[in-house]
């Protein structure tokens, strides 16, 4: 099992969502954002949508990927990111 779908309450806007879990009782977190991103910030003409959300995501924080492409309406797409897991170190 790969992903497991969790309801939220439907709130206009941006969101951050810290998720805990426990898998074969270990805790894990996991940390996401839902970005409001608007058509008039596109640097490109509106008509092309595809390119003003490849630019959008592109640009976005690096600690950041991508995680969902939520539904657009005529002003705005919102966006879901998911934190990027941090690789520890080895000690040695």
Same mark, same amino acid.
């Given at each position: 099992? #790969? &992903?497991?779908?969790? %309801?939220?309450?439907?709130i206009a806007g941006e969101h951050e969502i810290e998720v805990d879990v426990k898998i074969n009782g270990k #805790?894990? &977190?996991y940390y996401y954002k839902? %970005?409001?991103f608007?058509? %008039?910030d596109c640097e490109e003409p509106r008509e092309n949508?595809? %390119?003003c959300i490849k630019q959008m995501v592109t640009r976005y924080d690096e600690e950041w990927a991508l995680a969902h492409?939520?539904?657009p309406t005529e002003e705005f797409i919102p966006i879901t990111f998911q934190k990027k897991e941090k690789k520890l170190e080895s000690l040695a």
């Amino acid at each position: 099992m #790969k &992903s497991i779908a969790i %309801e939220l309450p439907n709130i206009a806007g941006e969101h951050e969502i810290e998720v805990d879990v426990k898998i074969n009782g270990k #805790k894990t &977190s996991y940390y996401y954002k839902v %970005e409001i991103f608007r058509w %008039e910030d596109c640097e490109e003409p509106r008509e092309n949508r595809v %390119e003003c959300i490849k630019q959008m995501v592109t640009r976005y924080d690096e600690e950041w990927a991508l995680a969902h492409i939520g539904m657009p309406t005529e002003e705005f797409i919102p966006i879901t990111f998911q934190k990027k897991e941090k690789k520890l170190e080895s000690l040695a």
